[in-house]
């Protein structure tokens, strides 16, 4: 066996020996072997030290370098075989296929992000030349590229251990940026997490990376998760889970005498707005798919439909039957930790007993530890009395909004906080009554889409998985896609300095045969 309960520092392998974290069997709720030994206040100092000294060397290599990094972390992940598969099926409960595919989405986004990095564009570079006769003052020589910020604290999501956690998109983007990172194990996950810290680790040694590129800690009180954040070495952070979690790392962020940006992904309910002819013409159809992203995943997905917005009437009622019945045929599904599933269960019974909401469906029966589904409906008054209603549920529950009209739709919609995604279920006869939704949407979420559900997150360029708060902590980014990148980069302006104290992606003779806006024009580089 490859996991020995052990974190890494820099070149270092070797056991914690602050208290000990165990990882549970989801399924059963009991513990796995081995013990996990948490980071002492001396490990998360020399991890920032090393992090803090690899920075400049790190940043300073060739974007080839980087690149061939990231691919040989992905080759490396593979080469764990069913040892990975099989350990992060038991911690997480989720499914073989389900993982295997996250393992594949995971060196997929390490092998976008080295694309990235072969194409350069993320630099931004710019070139306003001088203009020595302009009248009545000469302009100054300006060039602009991106550098990466410095070392970046990373806390990955239980639901995603392998996507969004040690190397996922965040580890990803921020080691594409040019930034170290210092990673904290999910403690829902500790033996996925090792291993795939030695898969990184396997790489940097290959790619001959300096020690201190990535560094691996488990916390055994969260008090190095939090130190973590205060450090002044660290830079950056790139957290997904609860509001609270992300919120309580933000404020140690705030406070600190340097602040620093928290990119975190956080709570977010997805509405979902079914519009009168898409109902009208397929509300059957509408409720398959709606139970079927419901149920994914436990419905332990950020872009789960927690919510649904639609006007009452013969076409609704017929998509709640359709969804009762869909619901009714799907069995409960093991939660990622027995804490989680005690926070649906809790949420649930606040929505079942709560005097506006009607319980409409219900999934199969579940036992132990395992999520049982759940619709409620309420009506838009109740909703809007009560701003519990909005609060994430995490898991497979969702609630339906039942509107007089579409004034009441927007209405419902003019109330929502910020929102990772909205989903729109439209025919053509609907168009009209959209169009004035959608500057409101535009406000409130980060992606928009038509006669689809959010869940499953197409990794590319175009891609936002971000919004506003307390979607993520800064709506102006995404971590996921190739636009990640910008979270972890920061623009420096040269003026007048000579050519041979440039970068080399801001020099006359362009040596990395960059595009380049130059006087403000995208410039292909000369043959
Ligand atoms: N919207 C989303 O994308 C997601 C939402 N969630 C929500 O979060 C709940 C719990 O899930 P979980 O993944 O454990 O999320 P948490 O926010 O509890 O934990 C995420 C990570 O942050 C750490 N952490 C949390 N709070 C603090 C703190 N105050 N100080 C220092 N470190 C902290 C955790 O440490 P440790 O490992 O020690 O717990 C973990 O590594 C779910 O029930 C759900 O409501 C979860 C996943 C995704
Ligand atoms: O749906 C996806 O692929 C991403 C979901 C996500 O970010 C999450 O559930 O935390």
Not at 195 to 200: E, F, I
């Amino acid at each position: 066996m490859t996991i020995q309960g052990e974190q890494i520092i820099g070149r270092q392998i070797a056991r914690g020996a602050e208290g000990s974290i165990y990882g549970v069997e989801a399924a059963t709720g009991e513990k796995l072997q081995p013990a996990f030994g948490g980071a002492t206040q001396a490990d998360l100092e020399r991890a920032c030290q090393l992090a803090d000294e690899a920075f400049d060397p790190y940043r300073a290599l060739p974007a080839e370098r980087r690149a061939a990094f990231l691919e040989a972390i992905a080759e490396e992940i593979l080469a764990l075989g069913d040892e990975l598969i099989e350990r992060c099926c038991a911690e997480s409960g989720l499914p073989r296929g389900r993982i295997e595919g996250e393992r594949g989405r995971t060196m997929g986004q390490l092998r976008l992000f080295a694309s990235v990095l072969r194409d350069g564009g993320y630099l931004d570079a710019r070139v306003d030349p001088p203009m020595p006769e302009r009248q009545p003052l000469p302009r100054v020589d300006l060039r602009l590229r991106n550098v990466p910020i410095g070392p970046v604290a990373v806390f990955g999501a239980s639901n995603f251990p392998l996507a969004f956690s040690v190397a996922g998109g965040d580890t990803a983007s921020a080691l594409a940026a040019g930034c170290p990172v210092v990673a904290k194990a999910h403690s829902a996950h500790p033996g996925t997490s090792e291993l795939v810290g030695r898969a990184v680790l396997a790489a940097a040694q290959r790619c001959d990376m300096p020690e201190g590129v990535f560094s691996l800690l488990f916390d055994s009180s969260r008090r190095i998760g939090q130190g973590l954040v205060a450090d002044h070495r660290i830079k950056a952070v790139g957290f997904t889970g609860s509001r609270g979690g992300g919120t309580a790392l933000m404020k140690i962020a705030a406070s600190r005498p340097e602040p620093i940006p928290v990119y975190a992904e956080m709570s977010s309910i997805n509405p979902v707005f079914l519009f009168p002819q898409a109902l009208e013409a397929r509300a059957e159809t509408i409720a398959k798919g709606f139970a079927a992203s419901l149920v994914l995943g436990a419905g332990q997905f950020c872009t789960n439909p927690g919510l649904v917005i639609a006007v009452e009437g013969p076409a609704l009622d017929r998509f709640v039957r359709a969804t009762g019945e869909a619901l009714a045929a799907l069995p409960a599904s093991v939660m990622l930790t027995p804490g989680i599933h005690e926070a649906f269960e809790r949420g649930v019974a606040q929505l079942t007993g709560h005097a506006g909401v009607e319980t409409v469906a219900r999934g199969q029966e579940g036992g132990k530890l395992r999520g049982q589904a759940a619709f409620f409906a309420v009506d838009a008054e109740g909703f809007l009395a009560d701003p519990m209603l909005q609060e994430e549920v995490f898991g497979a529950s969702s609630l339906l909004v039942r509107c007089r009209d579409e004034a009441e739709m927007r209405r419902v919609a003019e109330r929502l906080e910020g929102q990772l995604t909205a989903a729109l279920h439209i025919e053509a006869g609907d168009h009209e009554a959209v169009r004035p939704l959608l500057p409101l949407l535009e406000r409130k979420a980060g992606r928009i889409l038509v006669n689809g559900f959010g869940t499953g997150v197409e990794v590319g360029h175009a891609m936002v998985h971000g919004g506003p708060f307390p979607a993520t902590a800064d709506g102006r980014s995404t971590s996921v896609g190739s636009k990640a990148i910008e979270r972890f980069l920061r623009p420096v302006c040269y003026q007048d300095m000579p050519d041979d104290l440039l970068p080399p992606a801001l020099q006359n003779a362009n040596p990395e045969r960059l595009w380049r806006r130059v006087d403000g024009v995208l410039t292909q580089p000369s043959a």
